[in-house]
């Protein structure tokens, strides 16, 4: 699942994943095997062992991601004497190669940048409508309903990509090496390959989406004779694209042959992003979001991320409580977890949208006032029925987005990075002969006011198709800061869970006194409004005290799914040593540090 309005990584990922009590094991082909592809060093990483639940230390810097080989490429970036912005280049493009599901230069994402000496930044690199979009693009002329995957497979559903431009702007305003050399560890995972995992080869062979497109069939499937566990994954399509850009810059990828490749492929299928839509794209720099909670300060996404503010409003309704008395597993936390979700997501529906198209009260939302009368309309017993939950009022408080990947750097630089092709495999198409997938980020705008997304929420009409507009996102890119001191980067992918992921990051650390692999792998749950139910882990709830929150008016999703893949990096404020935690629901995820 990864953003729904934001990041996933496929229900279908999320129903293999391992239980939340187990701890990342070693991988029988994987990381190893991929460094001797890379010709790398090999580097420090203590992994926990069987039965620990600690997190991985190192004395310098650590990488946080999905993929351990990926993690690899960012350690030695910064063991190379590159900073955390260098290596969150790195890493993202490895992970488009290493990590198909939702690593990718046909997507798009965010990344939050706060550097030693304090300076912050959002950058916005997310997918565009393109300039033949409209507003009902999407629905059946005749009888005006949401025609069925229309928004989420295949070619109409792609928005112009952001990824390379997100990078380069990151590298150019933050990063200290050569655009080149941070390109060069991807090129060569897709020359020379990498082993294929047992989760990846299971995977490759079950996505339905890829099957039903012939290069995709082709690239990922070699059609039809399925990649087992254990051999060599090469990418030569996606290399020479690679190549290019290392060659000639980033500005390739949007005016040069690669960009030549996307749109003919779209004109051949139906699609709608020209050669001028790619011209035309530009990442932008916003102002991060600032909250704080129990004397933590939050760094987070602004719009047209919906996460940031949302986490925001749910830890100011929930800092009046004392969740740590409740105990984590109790039903009276659970209670109020979902309470304030419920609110948050309801004013999420109503209030959010692209900053540069419609007016997102922002300040109100993230206000302790706003919070405070919200507060009041919580009944502590029982449960709100969503239908009697209507969004806020937030304006007369105001004042006139998957995969995600953490770094910090020995000088204590540190990149919080979410990015996607929104579902798993995005729209399940393939650029012919560039080697990469496309996004189905356009499912993420309101396709009809009152009708879900392939994620199940509602959405309202600040965020309706507009040529040139940035889909609406749950991705939450976060750093959390201690008396001006970074303490911790986190994030998730997700859809919709990733906001509530994170939420429950941040209380497991700062309200439950949880160290980092605790935090991460302790279990979750999620509710978003509508549908009107809670989501849950397997072994998350003990049958007590689902009967409690049962008997309090809450109703349950009928299956228990995986939620997340948390990938965080914080520092020891004892020691300074680099702490790694990689979320136990990812097998091929890893922390690495020198």
Do not use: C
Request: aromatic share 6%; charged share 20%.
């Amino acid at each position: 699942m990864r953003d729904s309005a934001g990041t996933q990584t496929t229900q279908a990922r999320a129903d293999r994943r391992l239980p939340a009590d187990t701890v990342p094991r070693y991988r029988r082909w994987g990381a190893a095997a991929a460094l001797t592809a890379l010709a790398a060093v090999a580097l420090p990483v203590s992994r926990p062992a069987s039965g620990q639940v600690g997190p991985v230390y190192a004395p310098h810097g650590m990488v946080a991601s999905s993929s351990e080989i990926a993690s690899r490429v960012g350690a030695d970036v910064l063991k190379r004497g590159g900073n955390a912005v260098d290596a969150a280049v790195a890493v993202g493009l490895a992970l488009a190669v290493t990590y198909p599901t939702a690593g990718n230069l046909g997507g798009g994402g965010f990344m939050v940048v706060r550097m030693a000496d304090g300076r912050a930044a959002a950058l916005d690199f997310r997918e565009m409508a393109p300039a033949r979009a409209h507003r009902d693009m999407y629905l059946d002329p005749k009888t005006k309903e949401v025609l069925p995957e229309a928004s989420t497979v295949g070619y109409l559903a792609a928005g112009v990509p952001g990824t390379v431009a997100g990078m380069a702007l990151a590298r150019d305003r933050y990063g200290t090496r050569k655009w080149a050399d941070l390109v060069e560890p991807a090129r060569k995972l897709a020359v020379r390959g990498f082993p294929v995992s047992h989760d990846l080869a299971a995977e490759l062979k079950a996505h339905p989406r890829l099957a039903r497109f012939a290069e995709s069939r082709r690239v990922f499937q070699r059609n039809g004779k399925f990649y087992e566990p254990g051999e060599t994954f090469r990418q030569p399509d996606l290399a020479a694209t690679l190549g290019r850009i290392q060659r000639v810059g980033p500005s390739e990828f949007y005016q040069g042959k690669t960009a030549r490749l996307l749109a003919e492929d779209m004109q051949r299928h139906g699609g709608l992003i020209s050669l001028e839509d790619l011209k035309s794209y530009r990442p932008v720099v916003r102002t991060p979001l600032r909250g704080t909670y129990r004397g933590y300060e939050i760094v987070t996404m602004p719009p047209p991320s919906s996460g940031g503010i949302a986490l925001l409003e749910m830890l100011n309704l929930l800092e009046p409580l004392g969740l740590r008395a409740m105990g984590h597993s109790s039903s009276r936390k659970y209670h109020a977890l979902v309470e304030v979700m419920r609110r948050a997501f309801a004013d999420r529906a109503e209030h959010l949208g692209d900053p540069d198209f419609v007016r997102v009260p922002t300040a109100g939302l993230t206000s302790k006032r706003y919070a405070s009368d919200l507060f009041k309309t919580i009944d502590w017993d029982r449960a709100t029925p969503s239908a009697r939950v209507k969004a806020g009022a937030p304006a007369r408080y105001e004042s006139l987005q998957t995969t995600h990947y953490s770094v910090v750097d020995r000088a204590g630089n540190a990149v919080s990075t979410t990015y996607t092709l929104n579902a798993g495999y995005g729209s399940g198409a393939t650029v012919t002969g560039a080697g990469f997938l496309l996004n189905n980020e356009m499912d993420d705008f309101t396709s009809k006011p009152g009708s879900p997304n392939q994620f199940g929420l509602l959405q309202g009409e600040a965020n309706a198709i507009q040529p040139r507009k940035r889909p609406l996102s749950s991705m939450t890119p976060t750093i959390v800061l201690r008396e001006g001191k970074l303490r911790f980067v986190t994030g998730s992918p997700g859809g919709p869970t990733i906001i509530n992921t994170v939420l429950q990051t941040v209380i497991n650390v700062v309200d439950h006194d949880m160290n980092l692999q605790q935090a991460v792998a302790a279990p979750r749950i999620h509710h978003q409004w509508m549908p009107d139910e809670i989501r849950h882990e397997p072994y998350g709830l003990a049958a007590d005290v689902r009967a409690a929150l049962e008997k309090m008016g809450h109703r349950f999703a009928p299956s228990a799914r995986y939620i997340g893949d948390v990938q965080t990096v914080a520092v020891d404020p004892k020691t300074g040593w680099r702490m790694g935690a990689s979320d136990p629901r990812s097998p091929d995820g890893g922390a690495v540090g020198h």
